[in-house]
């Protein structure tokens, strides 16, 4: 298993253009989340998926947008890119263990982003 | 609301000595809570967690029991290594879609 994977580890945008972070996970897992992490902060919870075909806002989800259409890949979209959404990206994801749903997320290694 | 608060770092001690990260919540109901560990350049791992009140969760020498008289859960270890050189968070996890509240991360340094 590859686990959580994201592309790509780093990315220098201007502002005003867009980009998709990718992310995949292979553990069949249905919950998987964005959350963003900046100097000195905790993660802040972008938005999340309950499964394919459902997401749901987070704390900070403004600029910023995200679909679901398979259970493995779970991207987001920034479509017009500010400096304020230079971060590191984290994707993560929540499985289950027998018929109930874990508590434990396993993270992806992230995506620097840079908007200048 | 929900949140979370640890100690701030960074955080700087000599191998073989004792480590306390204090952390603190804030929570309506009766929280999941746990530590990640960010090691240099990648992203979060579990570290150990705790469900319910009187808990301990355990892993790598490390420990943290769920107080919730006074709403804590320190993070402990013994004698601390290089090795655990790393950003520490204490997070929270509310309600049934499992998000995580996070606090604001504690850097340690371990020196030789």
């Known amino acids: 298993n590859a686990g959580v994977t994201q592309t790509p580890k780093f990315r220098i945008l201007k502002i005003g253009q867009s980009m998709t972070l990718q992310c995949a996970q292979d553990?069949?897992?249905?919950?998987m989340y964005w959350y963003r992490q900046d100097p000195g902060m905790g993660l802040k919870l972008i938005y999340y998926s309950v499964g394919a075909g459902i997401t749901d806002k987070g704390e900070v989800p403004n600029g910023y947008n995200v679909s679901r259409s398979t259970t493995e890949d779970f991207p987001l979209r920034l479509e017009l890119a500010a400096p304020s959404q230079t971060s590191v990206y984290f994707c993560?994801?929540?499985?289950?263990?027998?018929?109930?749903?874990?508590?434990?997320?396993?993270f992806g290694p992230g995506t620097r982003l840079t908007v200048l | 609301g929900n949140s979370v608060t640890q100690m701030e770092g960074p955080v700087t001690l000599s191998e073989e000595a004792f480590l306390t990260i204090n952390c603190t919540y804030t929570?309506?109901?009766?929280?999941?809570l746990f530590w990640y560990v960010q090691y240099p350049g990648e992203g979060l791992q579990l570290l150990l967690k705790?469900?319910?009140?009187?808990d301990k969760g355990s892993n790598k020498g490390f420990e943290a029991t769920y107080r919730k008289e006074t709403t804590s859960f320190h993070l402990e270890k013994g004698s601390v290594q290089v090795s655990d050189s790393a950003v520490y968070f204490c997070?929270?996890?509310?309600?049934?879609?499992?998000?995580?509240?996070f606090g604001q991360g504690t850097e340690l340094s371990v020196k030789p």
């Open positions: 929570a309506t109901g009766y929280p999941s």
């Open positions: 993560a994801s929540r499985g289950t263990q027998g018929h109930t749903h874990t508590d434990t997320q396993y």
């Open positions: 997070a929270l996890s509310y309600n049934q879609g499992g998000k995580l509240i």
């Open positions: 705790a469900t319910k009140a009187d």
């Open positions: 553990m069949n897992h249905n919950y």
